[in-house]
T-cell receptor, first 106, second 115 residues
Framework: AQRVTQPEKLLSVFKGAPVELKCNYS??????LFWYVQYSRQRLQLLLR??SRESIKGFTADLNKGETSFHLKKPFAQEEDSAMYYC????????FGTGTSLTVIP | DTGVSQDPRHKITKRGQNVTFRCDPI?????LYWYRQTLGQGPEFLTY????????KSRLLSDRFSAERPKGSFSTLEIQRTEQGDSAMYLC?????????????FGSGTRLTVV
């Protein structure tokens, strides 16, 4: 069965510190993984996708098939990164994790 | 076209009443999805359309729920005989299905409160 697990509901880091939001998945086929972000009072929006191997707003995520993980990382957190982050796995539709609320402390 | 639009933004209804939500996707997108999100949870899939065809429905979509996309453009989600457990944010998203890598564009959602 398809499943996405985000073990941390809440994560706080200081400005300038590295941040890592964890995501593990379960999927029998070849996975497509995404990260979505929701800033306060804004709609859910796509942050990045593993297939394009891009860096968006300083964030990167590497798909590790051996560990079935797709952790989101940023070397230096900024206050504007405070938001809700959802990891998602694409099958016929998207399966979302429960989300991690990131707070960057000034 | 400014993105995915959902109407209304908020709906308060009494238990037992019927409600209908509307979603207008991005015009060139052929896929339209409905999700439900409750507090502390990620979005949960309800159903999706490719053009006017409803291709998949979640078991979360009880027989009180029905969705349509009659002309392959806008979609409606109706909930009959609402229950307090239906209180949630209902999200619509659209995408242009062209293979790997396509993500969704989400609307702002309709927040339903059943009292």
């Amino acid at each position: 069965a398809q499943r996405v697990t985000q073990p941390e509901k809440l994560l706080s880091v200081f400005k300038g510190a590295p941040v890592e939001l964890k995501c593990n998945y379960s999927y029998s086929g070849s996975p497509e993984l995404f990260w979505y972000v929701q800033y306060s009072r804004q709609r859910l929006q796509l942050l990045l996708r593993h297939i394009s191997r891009e860096s968006i707003k300083g964030f990167t995520a590497d798909l590790n098939k051996g560990e079935t993980s797709f952790h989101l990382k940023k070397p230096f957190a900024q206050e504007e990164d405070s938001a809700m982050y959802y990891c998602a796995l694409r099958g016929n539709q998207f399966y979302f994790g429960t989300g991690t609320s990131l707070t960057v402390i000034p | 076209d400014t993105g995915v639009s959902q109407d209304p933004r908020h709906k308060i209804t009494k238990r037992g009443q019927n409600v209908t939500f509307r979603c207008d996707p991005i015009s060139e997108h052929n896929r339209l999805y409905w999700y439900r999100q409750t507090l502390g949870q990620g979005p949960e899939f309800l159903t999706y359309f490719q053009n006017e065809a409803q291709l998949e429905k979640s078991r979360l979509l009880s027989d009180r729920f029905s969705a349509e996309r009659p002309k392959g453009s806008f979609s409606t989600l109706e909930i009959q005989r609402t229950e307090q457990g239906d209180s949630a944010m209902y999200l619509c998203a659209s995408s242009y299905h062209q293979g790997q890598g396509d993500g969704y564009t989400f609307g702002s959602g309709t927040r339903l409160t059943v009292v």
